[in-house]
């Protein structure tokens, strides 16, 4: 079994910052993609940001472009989201998400509200 468990989530003012983390844990040899999505109240989840495992090239969501930004460390199993610039609209439950061995997984997700 695989488990991802996301921290870091919280409550922040517009402008600021948060980072996100998700350890995964459990058995398997390497993670293919990491990724990060978030789904906002009354909205469809949507992929954040997602990070390869070899090469580790990026991809982001074209809201996430420039204000966020995902690291991986491979030795240790896990994937940071590091989020600047903070908007209202960012608010959401994200959610770590990994593909192993072409099955994919879901953390329980954390809270990350802005205020105005």
């Known amino acids: 079994q695989v488990q991802l468990v996301e921290s870091g989530g919280g409550l922040v003012q517009a402008g600021g910052s948060l980072k996100l983390s998700c350890a995964a844990s459990?058995?398997?040899?390497?993670?293919?993609?990491f990724d990060w999505y978030r789904q906002a109240p009354g909205e469809r989840r949507e992929l954040v940001t997602t990070i390869s495992s070899g090469v580790r090239s990026t991809d982001y969501a074209g809201s996430a472009k420039g204000r966020f930004t995902i690291l991986r460390d491979n030795a240790k199993n896990t994937v940071d989201l590091l989020m600047n610039n903070l908007k209202p609209e960012d608010t959401a439950v994200y959610y770590c998400?990994?593909?192993?061995?072409?099955?994919?997984?879901w953390g329980q997700g954390t809270q990350v509200t802005v205020t105005s």
């Open positions: 459990g058995s398997f040899n390497y993670i293919d993609d």
């Open positions: 998400h990994a593909r192993i061995a072409n099955r994919v997984y």
